[in-house]
Every structure is written in structure tokens, then in C-alpha cells.
């Protein structure tokens, strides 16, 4: 099945500096990349995904990049808030289940100090 | 529109006893949902996937007699953890693919179901 790594587990940067998570995958037919953010106790939100067919998608101060070469994609934070802490995780889709269900990483516990 | 809703958000039960989670797509119906199990501090694992009328399909590791999974509705798939321990303590979430703003598919998330067991 798919196998995606996330690094780093931990991050933390002062209010305005940028942010930036990266994550490998395993299948390369993969082609689906969203990405998570999880506030203590709560469901994962959708933040941003990105689609094989492009390099780049970016949402106000959210970038996704994705790099299908070496199956890599990275998410970027810009100008962080304190409201940006949070758990992230990356994911894509699990072939065990046709590609239907998303295997996480592991997770990237973003602390934005004020 | 894609909302999934899930129930209860929290369930404290002593060690022995069974306890069921509800799963809901409110807005879309939903012939496969996912269930995931998240211990704290760790990602989200997929435990199986629910097929309307059909068995599910569980993970490697995960046993099917324990954590029983009913998907008997588009629109209701059920988590049955029976014979409760203390290491089945988790946050357990559901997840259903629907449509989301843009049109496109995503996966919807559940409010999740914390898990205590005495």
C-alpha cells in the first residue's frame, strides 16, 4: 500500500515567519495530495489539496507544491499566526483500497509563538 | 454540502461492555465510508472501510470480530467496538467521500468519537 512520510514531526517559528512541511509518497500513480489540519480534540479539516496535473496551488498565505519526480510535495505557510498552531498531516491515497481511502504521515505539530 | 456527523462525541464505558458509533452523511449519500482510529499524540490509521450492503474491509491487525462495522444505508454506517478494554481507548473517526465546494470529491471528516474505557 501507499507509504508517506512527513518531517518534521515538531516545528515551531515566531508569528510571521513562513512554515514548511514536507512529505514523501510511495506510489507513484498516486495522484490526489491533501492536506489536514487537526486542532487539539477535534476532526482533521481539509486545507488545501493539490492534483498531479499541477506543480503548485496556492490559497492566501497556503501553498502546496508537488514534485511527482520525486514523489515529494511540501505544504508552505506564510506570514504564520498563532491560530496556525495546530497538528498537520499530509496525505494520499491508500491502494489497498483503490485509492479511495488516504493514508496519513505521521503528522507535524506546528507551534507559532507570538 | 458534504457533512458527516457523528455520534456520541465522547462515551466512557467500563471494561467488558460494547459500545457503538454512529456515522452519518447528512447531505450526499455515501456507498463507502472509512473508519480510522487516532491514539493520542499519533496520526490517523485506517481500521476498514465500509461498504453499503455489502461486508467491510478491514486493515491488517484489526479484527473484525471486535470492531464490528454495519453499513446497512447510504446514508448510516456503524462502529461496534464489542467487548470493550482499556487499550481500546482512542479517538475514532469517520469519514465519507462526497462532494465538496468546488465541485470536486473530497473526504469528509466526522467530529470523531473519544473513547474511554475503565
Known amino acids: 500500500g501507499e507509504n508517506v512520510e512527513q518531517h518534521p514531526s515538531t516545528l515551531s517559528v515566531q508569528e510571521g515567519d513562513s512554515a514548511v512541511i514536507k512529505c514523501t509518497y510511495s506510489?507513484?500513480?498516486?495522484?490526489?495530495f491533501p492536506w489536514y489540519k487537526q486542532e487539539l480534540g477535534k476532526r482533521p479539516q481539509l486545507i488545501i489539496d493539490i492534483r498531479s496535473n499541477v506543480g503548485e496551488k496556492k490559497d492566501q498565505r497556503i501553498a502546496v507544491t508537488l514534485n511527482k519526480t520525486a514523489k515529494h510535495f511540501s505544504l508552505h505557510i506564510t506570514e504564520t499566526q498563532p491560530e496556525d498552531s495546530a497538528v498537520y498531516f499530509c496525505a494520499a491515497p491508500n491502494l489497498d483500497t483503490g485509492r479511495r481511502a488516504l493514508t496519513f504521515g505521521s503528522g507535524t505539530r506546528l507551534q507559532v509563538q507570538p | 454540502g458534504a457533512v458527516v456527523s457523528q455520534h456520541p462525541s465522547r462515551v466512557i464505558c467500563k471494561s467488558g461492555t460494547s459500545v457503538k458509533i454512529e456515522c452519518r452523511s447528512l447531505d450526499f449519500q455515501a456507498t463507502t465510508m472509512f473508519w480510522y482510529r487516532q491514539f493520542p499524540k499519533q496520526s490517523l490509521m485506517l481500521m476498514a472501510t465500509?461498504?453499503?450492503?455489502?461486508?467491510?474491509?478491514?486493515e491488517q491487525g484489526v479484527e473484525k470480530d471486535k470492531f464490528l462495522i454495519n453499513h446497512a444505508s447510504l446514508t448510516l454506517s456503524t462502529l461496534t467496538v464489542t467487548s470493550a478494554h482499556p487499550e481500546d481507548s482512542s479517538f475514532y473517526i469517520c469519514s465519507a467521500s462526497g462532494q465538496g465546494v468546488s465541485g470536486a470529491n473530497v473526504l469528509t471528516f466526522g467530529a470523531g468519537s473519544r473513547l474511554t474505557v475503565l
Open positions: 506510489d507513484s500513480a498516486s495522484n490526489y
Open positions: 465500509s461498504n453499503e450492503g455489502s461486508k467491510a474491509t478491514y
